[in-house]
């Protein structure tokens, strides 16, 4: 068992996750992409630019359907905005 960098209860690395819901998921994503915006913005690219824009037009979960955060996970998987 380790314990979460959040401080929060100790989490198995052996057993799965319990599943989170679409706008939950999106909630951890738009979080820490909103949190790391900073190293986003260092980056003097193409690539800087088009992440760091559309972290900071990302609306919160519940003004979104589930089509809109799908598309978000989109962006996520095909690398234009980074999660990891």
Do not use: T
């Not at 998921?25 to 690539?47: P, T």
């Not at 088009?50 to 972290?55: I, N, S």
């Amino acid at each position: 068992m380790r314990k979460p960098r959040d401080g929060g209860g100790p989490v198995s690395v052996d057993a799965p996750s319990a599943p989170l819901s679409l706008s939950d998921a999106y909630s951890s994503i738009r979080r820490w992409c909103q949190g790391n915006l900073k190293k986003v913005d260092r980056r003097n690219d193409d690539y800087g630019k088009r992440a760091a824009a559309l972290v900071r037009a990302l609306p919160p979960a519940e003004h979104l359907y589930d089509l809109e955060i799908r598309a978000v996970f989109l962006e996520v998987k095909s690398g234009l905005l980074e999660w990891a």
